[in-house]
């Protein structure tokens, strides 16, 4: 017993022996390091609140404040889209594993922010392979440093194997995961991995997974087998060409929940796909791809078979059996006509002449998208107009075949679109907010059109009633060319107040020869955004107007507002009603900051006689 103090003061001392090998200069160094870590990293001094309670705010923050807070932390985290990860709407400004560790930091620094902040880092999991800022240089030269022979880690593989062990150590976070968004190759190379982490998600409704999951690939089996037992809450799933057998699994009441289902390519009989609709009671959006089988008998009743459910997104491409004739019928139910909303019918056997009678039976759609190459003009036969109440959106693309793409040839799809100008001039789609079409030149189809005939004796004035976007592209463009229309009802029309037409031009000097001299014309041309001019006065001479034949309008006019539009064709590189084109009109009449010019009032500090007042005149 007496050995035991003796071997304890023998090891302090050689311990107090050993402290002094360290050299001065170290300890100076770790001093130095020690004060900088204690003082703020901005320089800034907090003091105590002087006077004021010390309580603690944020520990009264309900966990929905907290919830809401973190998601401006990560903004990512709400992502509950089904789309893959490189579809996904996401803020890509921001860098979203920057984004996780702050989270994640917020989970640790107090017990009360603990749940709230774990429930949106696993709700919506999204792995990416690499730092979108200025750290993936930094942790790129760190791995390369330690990797050996030269062999790189793949880091977004280690990371899925990370969360498969999380989830598989905490069943309370497996319960929380609603969403798995991987890379590409990660999803692809990782299948093992990946079957491990769905596996223990029972909540999941989501997760990018490999293609040969969705053709029926055998590499996928395991991962295929873990998601039929394990994962009942699936809300999208997609089938292709080589998948016919797995499909049967929906008869067998797997995945009840699916919303949103795809079909490729498949070899199916009609029989097949009315059983599989059937079996799912809460299916909402389809789309169905290049399916041979799917055609207008889909769409009949049968009392064998469910019928065809109602919809409210239904996606049709290449599937050259769907006609006009079967989607009238479908919309004749009513349980479907007031449910269908978006309709996208890409390159099927729908004629564009029956189009209208689509439009008509739907009475709920909203979003309307009519893809397709033609080769021939619309028949002389009258057509009715595309005409719908509640439509809000449509992309009419109209292209024509090969064969016209590089010629002077007339185009067969310009009388497409001037059937669709002349529905939209007839006021069929009052509700219309936004248009998609394949023609530059639509917009000036619409602008160019012959003025209301509101002095002809008319009842059904041409003309629309909405503001409407144009979008445009043209056949070899790549991005969208954006286009506002304001309807005819906001500018004043060029008639005076007993409908008689009336002349936009103005003469200097009020009348006869004079105005017809060396400045003869003086006029500014602005444009009204719809095709047309505002006639604004450039100032100087006398206040009158121009002339009228009628006694109730002469005299002098300075009220500008007064003053007709012209229907004139813009002699302008810019676009009528542009802030370039009023720019310039205003920089013409003496600058845009000079109110007299605009309103017609008299000009002051100009002599009469020189240069600068002739500038006004743009036909010049």
């Not at 016919?244 to 795809?262: D, N």
């Not at 006009?324 to 479908?330: C, I, K, R, S």
């Not at 020869?513 to 060396?518: F, I, K, M, P, S």
């Not at 100032?539 to 034949?549: L, N």
């Amino acid at each position: 017993m007496a050995q035991k103090p003796r071997r304890r003061a023998w090891n302090r001392g050689i311990m107090g022996l050993l402290k002094h090998f360290r050299s001065r200069s170290k300890l100076a160094k770790e001093h130095e390091k020690a004060s900088k870590a204690s003082k703020s990293s901005n320089g800034a001094v907090y003091f105590p609140r002087v006077g004021g309670s010390n309580r603690d705010y944020i520990s009264r923050l309900p966990p929905k404040v907290l919830t809401r807070i973190f998601g401006y932390v990560c903004p990512h985290t709400a992502d509950r889209s089904y789309e893959i990860s490189e579809l996904a709407p996401v803020n890509t400004d921001t860098c979203m594993l920057c984004d996780l560790r702050d989270l994640s930091h917020c989970s640790q620094t107090r017990r009360d922010w603990y749940r709230p902040a774990q429930q949106l880092l696993y709700s919506s999991i999204r792995i990416d392979a690499v730092h979108y800022c200025d750290l993936e240089e930094i942790f790129s030269d760190k791995r390369k440093r330690k990797s050996k022979h030269g062999e790189l880690e793949d880091v977004p593989a280690t990371r899925l194997r990370l969360l498969a062990n999380s989830l598989r150590d905490n069943n309370w976070l497996a319960s929380l995961v609603l969403f798995i968004k991987l890379p590409y190759m990660t999803r692809e190379t990782c299948k093992q991995d990946l079957a491990r982490a769905v596996g223990n998600c029972p909540n999941l409704r989501y997760a990018d997974l490999p293609a040969g999951f969705y053709n029926g690939s055998s590499d996928c089996h395991t991962l295929r087998q873990e998601l039929l037992a394990r994962c009942p809450d699936i809300r999208k799933m997609r089938f292709e060409s080589g998948a016919e057998q797995f499909i049967q699994y929906l008869t067998q009441r797997h995945w009840q929940a699916i919303q949103s289902l795809e079909l490729k390519k498949l070899k199916v009989e009609p029989t097949m796909f009315r059983q599989v609709l059937g079996c799912l009671p809460v299916l909402e959006e389809l789309h169905v791809s290049n399916v041979s089988t799917f055609t207008d008998v889909i769409f009949n009743v049968s009392p064998v078979v469910p019928n065809f459910p109602a919809l409210h997104t239904l996606k049709l491409e290449r599937c050259h059996g769907i006609t006009a004739v079967g989607l009238v019928h479908y919309l004749e139910r009513p349980e479907t006509r007031e449910v269908l909303e978006t309709l996208s019918l890409t390159n099927t056997g729908l004629d564009i002449t029956q189009l209208a009678h689509v439009l008509w039976s739907g009475t709920h759609l909203k979003d309307v998208t009519v893809i397709a190459t033609v080769s021939h003009s619309l028949p002389l036969d009258p057509l009715p107009p595309l005409g719908s109440q509640s439509l809000l959106n449509l992309r009419f693309e109209i292209t024509p075949t090969e064969e016209y793409l590089h010629t002077n040839l007339p185009k067969p799809s310009d009388s497409y679109y001037s059937y669709l100008a002349s529905s939209l001039l007839s006021n069929s789609l009052p509700a219309l907010q936004c248009l998609y079409v394949r023609d530059p030149a639509f917009p000036d189809t619409i602008l160019l059109a012959p003025p209301a005939p509101k002095f002809t004796g008319q009842s059904q004035p041409r003309g629309f009633t909405q503001p409407l976007e144009i979008y445009t592209k043209g056949l070899d463009d790549a991005e969208w060319v954006f286009n506002a229309l304001a309807p005819e009802e906001q500018f004043a029309p060029g008639f005076g107040g007993n409908g008689r037409p009336l002349s936009t031009y103005s003469i200097n000097g009020g009348g006869g020869g004079g105005g017809w001299g060396n400045e003869a014309r003086r006029s500014v041309m602005v444009g009204n955004g719809v095709g047309g001019f505002l006639a604004v006065p450039a100032g100087g001479g006398d206040d009158y107007g121009r002339p009228t034949s009628s006694q109730s309008m002469k005299g002098p006019v300075n009220d500008w507002s007064q003053r007709p539009m012209s229907y004139a064709r813009p002699v302008t590189s810019h676009r009528p009603g542009s802030s370039h084109a009023v720019a310039n009109a205003l920089k013409a009449t003496g600058g845009a900051g000079n109110r007299d010019s605009w309103w017609g009032g008299p000009k002051t500090h100009q002599r009469n006689g020189s240069t600068a007042s002739n500038r006004g005149d743009l036909w010049r």
